[in-house]
């Protein structure tokens, strides 16, 4: 498989429960940015699966890993914070 087609994997993710976010790093000219998926785990018989919906009782976990998240990118990207508001 050529680099190109390679599956690139998070650099990092927060999970709390079965609530996770992941927390991908793309290289652009304005220099490195961050993305961030979330999802919700579940089982379907023996095989685990992913969701992006949501229930009412998944919400709380969805806000913490979200700040969560948001809190890892900016801990390790701190000369982003100038340009975070920047569009």
């Not at 050529?2 to 996770?20: C, L, T």
């Not at 652009?28 to 961050?34: D, S």
């Amino acid at each position: 498989m050529s680099k190109q087609n390679a599956k690139k994997a998070p650099v990092h993710e927060v999970r709390v429960g079965r609530v996770r976010a992941a927390i991908w790093e793309n290289e652009t000219q304005n220099g490195t940015r961050h993305n961030v998926t979330v999802s919700r785990l579940y089982k379907d018989g023996d095989e685990w699966k992913d969701s992006q919906s949501f229930g009412r009782d998944d919400l709380p976990l969805v806000a913490k890993v979200t700040d969560l998240a948001h809190s890892w990118i900016f801990g390790i990207a701190p000369e982003q914070m100038a340009t975070a508001g920047e569009f």
